[in-house]
C-alpha cells in the first residue's frame, strides 16, 4: 500500500468515525486515527474518543474503523450490511464471547466503512508452544457458535439457508468447474464423505487467531472480531479455515487431533477427522483456483497441486 493511498484511507477512518460520533455525542472529540491492522478487504484504525459525562467528567471510547481497500460490488455491500445485521443479532444472545459494536455503516468517499467498537485485548497466538493452547479457544468459540439454535432467524442475518451436505456439493462445484484433472481423485473422496442431510449451523468463516482478542486486563472472556465471512453451512467448514490442511496446525504435533478433541469436548455433536479433511481439500482445491485467476506462476500452481495430492493421501489414511 502506497503513502498516498494509506493517508487516503486513514482520512476516509477518521471521517466515518467523526461522523458516527457526532450521530450520538456532538461534544465528542476524536483522536488521531492510527493503523490497526489489515486483510484481503478492509484496512482498520484505531481511534480514541473523548465523551463528556452527564457530570462534566470525560471517558474515552476507542473505535476501529474498518475502510474497504477499493470500491466494492453490490453483492459485498450487501454482505457488510448482513454483518450489521448479525452482530446486531448476536448481540442479544448469551454468548461466551464478546462482540464490537457496530456504530456505523457509511460509504465515504467511494469506499465503504464499517465503524464499529474496539475489544480489547491482544490477539490469540497461533503457536502451542510455550504452554499456550489456541485449539481450545477457538473449539470453544467455535462449538458455542455451532450450537446456538438459529431456527427462525431470517435470511436478512444469516443469508439462504442451506443445508450441511447442500453446502459441501455447493463448494465442490465452485471448485470442480476449473480442476485440473489431476484433483478428480480429491473431488471423488469429497463426494465419497458427504456430511449427512442436516440443517447447517452458523459459521463465522475465518477463525484464525487474529480475529480473536484474549487476556483483557478486565479479564473478559475472548472476543471475535471480523464476521465478513459469516454463513450458513457444515461444521467442519469453520475447523478447516484454521488448519488449511498444513501438517503441524498450531506448530505443535497433533495440532488437527487437539483441535477436534477440544471441539468435541464442548460440542454435542462431533466432527471427525474425515469431516475435516472435506473441507481442507475443498479450501486447498480452491486456493488454487484463486492462484490460477491471478495468474501465478506454473511453479506456484504446480505446488498447490503436490499440496493436495499430498493432503488426500493423508486424509485417506483416517477412512480405514
Known sequence: ????????????????????????????RLGQARFLGEGLDYVAYLMDAELPGADGSEGVL????????RGMSAAEKERARREVRLLERLGREALPFRLPAVLSLEEVEGRLV??????HGIPLRPRGDAGAHPWEVIAEVAASLHGLDIEGWSQDVIGPGRGRR??????????????????????????????????????????????????????????????????????????????????RPFGVDEGRKLLLEAYNASSAEPIT??????HELL??????????ADRASEAEREQAVRFVEGLLRRAREHTY
Request: hydrophobic fraction near 45%; charge should be neutral; proline fraction near 6%.
Open 1 to 28: 500500500m502506497g503513502r498516498r493511498h494509506a493517508r487516503f484511507l486513514r482520512a476516509v477512518a477518521r471521517r466515518a468515525a467523526d461522523q458516527a460520533l457526532r450521530d450520538r455525542a456532538r461534544s465528542a
Open 62 to 69: 476507542q473505535l476501529v474503523a474498518r475502510v474497504a481497500r
Open 114 to 119: 464499517m465503524v464499529q467498537t474496539a475489544c
Open 166 to 247: 447442500e453446502h459441501v456439493l455447493a463448494r465442490r462445484a465452485d471448485v470442480a468447474e476449473e480442476a485440473p484433472a489431476e484433483f478428480d481423485a480429491a473431488l471423488g473422496f469429497v463426494e465419497e464423505h458427504l456430511p449427512a442431510e442436516r440443517p447447517g449451523v452458523l459459521l463465522h468463516g475465518d477463525l484464525l487467531p487474529q480475529n480473536i482478542r484474549v487476556d483483557a486486563p478486565e479479564g473478559d472472556p475472548p472476543a471475535v472480531l471480523d464476521w465478513t465471512y459469516a454463513t450458513y453451512g457444515d461444521p467442519a467448514h469453520d475447523l478447516a479455515v484454521v488448519t488449511r490442511g498444513v501438517r
Open 273 to 278: 477427522l474425515v469431516d475435516l479433511s472435506v
Open 283 to 292: 479450501l486447498r482445491m480452491g486456493l488454487h483456483a484463486q492462484l490460477a
